[in-house]
């Protein structure tokens, strides 16, 4: 997988009854997190997790990770940069998340190697700062003259006032303020769960540097800065006010407010529509963290209707959301089913939004989307053999998963997945008014000064949980979630338990006391919101999805489907909890399914179009020929790119006069042919091969001209009538124009404005006759 993100230049999630109507006062008691150190988790799927998790941190070098710090400072290297991300302009952000991950994982297990590497990183970037004199430690780069040069310059042109923004593009510098917000994020969690006092010390130097630049500009010019994805420096700015008390963070918090997205939230409308999905989410954690710290009601109002908006309305039922890491039209999912969908740092995003919504109120139904979208997508995204992580969680048909290099990719999802897979304990318990709730039913123990507990279960694979007290809290609440039916709770083999709103409560409770519940674990389907016979499958809190065989061996194209009458289909058991198949109704065949999250070497099938009997008859000629068609189209392909798309153009060397502008339609993005030209590489295979170009649908009586490698392969009109989605050309390539190479460059060029939209170019193998 090359990368896939950004450059350098519901689904319907069915959870019930939502929270709390965005604006509602809270009617419930608030809640608190118990520590990361006193809870241990015990044998299952996420200890097992974080022990793989654990094996891939020590595997890193942290003085590789700090490489481009130690050359920016001028001082000597102690080792050579790491592939991918790293070897590129955003070096620097695992950097951070490394030092988040080694901290958590600490305070998670009690392994003191990981607080002693939290230690190396906090006095390394101390003397990064010293050596620098002004608080700066950072690891991104840039180009200037043709040379790459320490991303520092970046923020002196920022200091001066010379500003050039765009969605991933800070002064020619691939998110730097993105990246420094990662090194930040890290001090203040070495700080937090190491105990590494110098932590904070760290952190200030940094948000000092920056500060004194953001504070030498208007308003005006620190907004438009925050065009460019900044990460969670809201969040930042706002939690060193909490540590220091010093009011100069709050007003820099508030300073660093996106107003074009935080506004239209918090006036109540949904404009998420072409955003890049993962940019905007820790702006709203920002807005969480704000709200907190000042009991302003605006900042919950836009938190909590964007929560909401997400959640309701631009969510996969395994939780994720976005597609090629963009929002679409609200409750408009099915027609965006792909290889791309559900960026892995989204949900991780979300479920901490989520654990700030839930401390509000203590409100149960929070956890229902919590536990969906980490189950589903969270335990999904590493391999548990490797500790690798994937980008994306594809969601269709016959599509796997594609897990990192352990150095040489480094991506923003391998980022926030070091950290997920380092915290599976964070949120089982919680301090609710005066009882201790239990939200997750994940083994584990908690050895708190007020509580001490022993819960053994084998959720999600099993539908039992046992709790022995040996120090009983005052209170204990025990959270039913909203896909369970009805649960049995005895202590001691007694029938126990008051229902409160969405917990089973126990007061009296006494040390030796053993707490059996039973999760019963029913079956049910959701639909896509917008088309009612796209459809999953859920038992108890886990997707089910088709087998359809491993990874490694090709996929036969024929999206699977049902036939059968009933809106709400019935699966056949095969064998045990969450094992079933879909029996006789299934086409063109019989498919077992089993847990999704699981399935991490296979392709998959997540949703299944169902067919009414009277119409498959009329529907399954035309349902396998498209699917053989969309099958063979991706047997061909040897190279895709999307136009518009930070980081597939940066894959493909993408360049142009100046003069083409990225556009957006929504969530699709495309490139305009104006005067001037845009070009980038693609590769090409022996035999004869075409370009493949999708144009927008409507667009007619243009005129540019295509060249490979220099040569004109055509002259192009678009003459004739369009159509209202898109323009699909196929240009057969000259063998002249292929032989002997590994790729070629297409050069869309013009002599006068077109405003032409190309959405994507493929190479393609043609049909043998």
Request: proline share 5%; aromatic share 8%; with cysteine.
């Amino acid at each position: 997988m090359g990368w896939t993100r950004r450059g350098t230049l519901g689904a319907g999630i069915a959870l019930g009854t939502l929270p709390v109507a965005w604006g509602a006062p809270a009617a419930s008691p608030g809640a608190t997190p118990f520590p990361l150190s006193q809870i241990r988790l015990k044998p299952s799927i996420f200890l097992t997790s974080v022990q793989a998790n654990q094996r891939y941190l020590l595997s890193l070098d942290a003085d590789r990770l700090l490489h481009n710090f130690y050359a920016g400072a001028g001082m000597p290297t102690k080792g050579d940069v790491y592939g991918g991300w790293e070897s590129r302009g955003i070096a620097g952000h695992s950097l951070g998340h490394y030092l988040s991950a080694v901290s958590l994982i600490h305070a998670q297990t009690g392994d003191p190697q990981f607080r002693d590497r939290a230690i190396y990183i906090v006095d390394q970037l101390k003397a990064i700062q010293t050596k620098q004199g002004d608080g700066y430690a950072g690891g991104t780069t840039v180009e200037r003259d043709g040379k790459t040069v320490d991303g520092k310059v970046v923020y002196e042109e920022l200091r001066k006032g010379e500003i050039r923004s765009t969605g991933f593009s800070l002064n020619d510098g691939w998110v730097p303020l993105y990246t420094y917000h990662k090194v930040v994020a890290g001090a203040l969690d070495a700080h937090q769960h190491a105990g590494v006092k110098d932590g904070l010390a760290v952190a200030v130097g940094l948000g000092d540097f920056l500060g004194k630049i953001l504070e030498g500009l208007s308003d005006t010019q620190v907004q438009d800065i925050l065009r460019t994805e900044h990460g969670g420096l809201t969040e930042s700015f706002a939690e060193l006010y909490k540590r220091t008390g010093n009011r100069r963070w709050l007003i820099l918090a508030e300073r660093m407010r996106h107003h074009a997205i935080v506004d239209p939230l918090q006036a109540g409308r949904d404009e998420l529509a072409g955003k890049h999905a993962n940019t905007q989410i820790p702006k709203i954690v920002g807005e969480a963290r704000l709200h907190e710290l000042t009991g302003n009601a605006d900042r919950a109002k836009v938190v909590q209707f964007f929560w909401t908006t997400v959640t309701r309305d631009h969510s996969y039922v395994i939780g994720g959301n976005s597609d090629h890491e963009h929002f679409g039209l609200p409750r408009q999912l099915a027609q965006r089913l792909d290889q791309q969908t559900c960026e892995a740092c989204n949900s991780y995003n979300m479920l901490r939004l989520t654990r700030h919504l839930y401390s509000w109120n203590g409100d149960a139904s929070y956890f229902d989307f919590y536990e969906r979208s980490h189950l589903n997508h969270i335990m999904s995204q590493q391999d548990p053999r490797t500790g690798m992580f994937t980008y994306f969680t594809a969601l269709a048909p016959g599509m796997g998963r594609v897990h990192s290099n352990p150095t040489e990719d480094f991506w923003c999802c391998v980022g926030s997945g070091m950290e997920s897979h380092s915290k599976h304990g964070e949120s089982v318990y919680w301090k609710r008014g005066d009882a201790v709730a239990i939200n997750l039913y994940y083994a584990s123990m908690l050895d708190a000064p007020d509580a001490r507990l022993d819960m053994d279960t084998e959720f999600p694979l099993g539908d039992t949980v046992s709790i022995t007290v040996t120090k009983p809290p005052k209170k204990l609440a025990l959270r039913v979630p909203g896909w369970c039916g009805t649960p049995l709770l005895q202590v001691n083999g007694k029938t126990a338990g008051v229902r409160d709103g969405g917990y089973l409560m126990l007061a009296g409770l006494k040390a030796g006391d053993r707490i059996e519940l039973s999760l019963p674990m029913p079956v049910r389907v959701e639909a896509m919101p917008d088309d009612a016979k796209l459809i999953a499958f859920l038992s108890g809190p886990l997707v089910l999805a088709g087998d359809m065989g491993a990874n490694d061996r090709p996929w036969e194209g024929l999206d699977p489907a049902l036939v059968t009458d009933q809106a709400q289909p019935a699966l056949v058991t095969a064998g045990g909890l969450h094992q079933y198949r879909l029996g006789e109704q299934g086409k063109p065949r019989d498919l077992t399914l089993r847990p999704f999250f699981a399935q991490h070497q296979n392709r998959t099938a997540v949703y299944f179009r169902r067919f009414d009997t009277a119409e498959w008859p009329i529907q399954q000629a035309a349902w396998t020929r498209a699917a053989r068609e969309r099958a063979d189209l991706t047997e061909r392909t040897i190279d895709l790119i999307r136009l518009g798309e930070q980081q597939p153009e940066v894959d493909h060397a993408f360049a142009d006069s100046g003069q083409s502008a990225a556009v957006s339609h929504v969530a699709d993005r495309s490139r305009n042919v104006n005067a001037g030209f845009f070009e980038f590489d693609l590769a090409v295979a022996p035999g004869p091969l075409a370009l493949q170009v999708a144009y927008g649908g409507g667009q007619r009586d243009k005129d540019f001209r295509i060249m490979i490698d220099g040569k004109q392969l055509v002259r192009e009109r678009l003459s004739g009538e369009g159509t209202s989605t898109r323009n699909v050309q196929t240009y057969t390539l000259p063998m002249e124009m292929t032989r002997g190479k590994s790729k070629i460059r297409v050069r869309f060029e013009s002599d006068a404005w077109q405003g032409v939209e190309v959405y994507t170019a493929r190479t393609m193998r043609l049909k043998s006759v």
